[in-house]
């Protein structure tokens, strides 16, 4: 069992802000703060540990392997994803269904060594191996969105790249590409930026489903390749901005320039405010019961588990829900008598069962408990002792 102590040194506020990163601090400063701080109690990793999330996976996993095969390609100057040579130029590279093993291997590694995933890890990575082919569709749907693949880079015409250095994107495509406004300290990676001798794309790969939040984080790219002056040294305006989904491609519309400047002056006074909820001393923590409810990190906020704000999440009771417990008798390793501290669905006091599907360590008496994801139901012995049966799912963090 992992404790839910607080960091040992709260995450310095970012010099440099992505698109990404702000949406995170605008979110919650507490939760971006609490996942990035240092806990050397738990391990010597940066950040809080992670727990594996298939569905999460699965869309790092497609988006990996997309933006390897692209790159791959481009460097065998295929011009066209409908190139019907493609299954066996890839197999230079073990295929398809390689690519994505090994982009599922990757993702494995970071949770090797994660204290708080080794009771899923195995399941979650045997669920993930056995969707490889259901992943390979997906990946090759992404790649046929994208026409122009690219290779034999030619320079925009008229322009010299001697002394610019290398960084100068010319006329090709490329995949992942990292571009910064030094100026205001903004940067991100987009995923793909396809140039012609007239037009310039921006173009961004999405494995889930549509969110608002897409189009402008296009905008937020074209803002950025406005302004660098490495990748971009002449100047090429965007001319078009599109998102690949699985579903189909959404083209959206190119701002103006007052209108990129107004976006631009929006993004600075969002950073100020997000710097500000950071450098509280202990970070603003920003209470949304929809988001606190699958916040990763909410077993570590003293905030979540207060009585009033749990009372305010309004959840049905069929669904698993969090709790804070006294240990009042264990018996056995699977299973112990407490009290309830907090919770949204039974009043601070309340007796329950607790019981549990492995063993999780040590329980004692008197200890405090923080409980996510388990599910209620009523006991049959004693129908006014509610029951806490815990899955796999379930997680369990001594407070103290
Ligand atoms: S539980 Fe809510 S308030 Fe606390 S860190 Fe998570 S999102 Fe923020």
């Not at 899923?120 to 090759?140: A, G, M, P």
């Not at 690219?150 to 992942?176: C, F, K, Q, R, V």
């Not at 205001?184 to 140039?195: M, Y």
């Amino acid at each position: 069992m992992l404790y839910a102590q607080g960091p040992s040194k709260w995450p310095e506020v970012p010099e440099w802000w992505s698109y990404s990163l702000l949406r995170e601090v605008e979110a919650c400063p507490r939760q971006w703060a609490l996942w990035n701080a240092i806990y050397p109690r738990i391990w010597t990793a940066h950040g809080y540990p992670k727990r594996p999330y298939i569905a999460s996976l699965q869309g790092r996993v497609i988006h990996a392997s997309v933006n390897e095969i692209i790159r791959f390609l481009r460097r065998c100057n295929c011009q066209s994803s409908t190139d019907p040579q493609i299954p066996s130029l890839l197999k230079e590279i073990g295929g398809y269904s390689s690519v994505i093993r090994r982009n599922i291997l990757r993702e494995r590694e970071y949770f090797e060594n994660n204290p708080r995933s080794v009771d899923y890890t195995e399941h979650v990575f045997n669920t993930l191996k056995n969707r490889v082919h259901e992943i390979r569709e997906q990946v090759q749907t992404l790649i046929t969105r994208v026409a122009f693949l690219g290779g034999n880079t030619m320079p925009w015409t008229g322009a010299e790249h001697t002394g610019l250095g290398t960084t100068a994107l010319g006329i090709d495509s490329y995949s992942e590409v990292f571009i910064q406004y030094p100026e205001k300290r903004l940067r991100g990676i987009t995923d793909l930026i396809v140039a012609s001798a007239s037009n310039c794309e921006l173009i961004d790969l999405k494995t889930g489903l549509s969110h608002d939040w897409h189009v402008e984080q296009l905008w937020f790219y074209n803002l950025l390749w406005n302004y660098d002056r490495k990748v971009n040294p002449f100047k090429k305006e965007v001319s078009r901005m599109a998102l690949y989904y699985q579903h189909g491609i959404v083209d959206i519309q190119v701002p103006t320039p007052v209108e990129l400047a107004e976006f631009e002056s929006r993004v600075l006074q969002r950073i100020t405010l997000a710097t500000a909820g950071l450098r509280q001393c202990l970070p603003y923590a920003k209470i949304d019961y929809k988001l606190c409810k699958y916040c990763g990190v909410r077993h570590l906020c003293d905030e979540y588990w207060r009585s009033w704000l749990q009372q305010k999440i309004d959840q049905p009771t069929n669904i698993m829900h969090d709790f804070e417990l006294l240990i009042v008798e264990p018996r056995g390793s699977l299973s112990c008598k407490c009290e309830v501290i907090a919770s949204n669905v039974l009043h601070d006091g309340t007796s329950v069962l607790l019981r549990l599907p492995r063993n999780i360590g040590e329980i004692e008496r008197g200890q405090t408990i923080r409980v996510l994801d388990i599910f209620m139901s009523q006991s049959t012995e004693d129908s006014s002792t509610p029951i806490l049966q815990a899955g796999v799912q379930s997680e369990f963090f001594a407070v103290d």
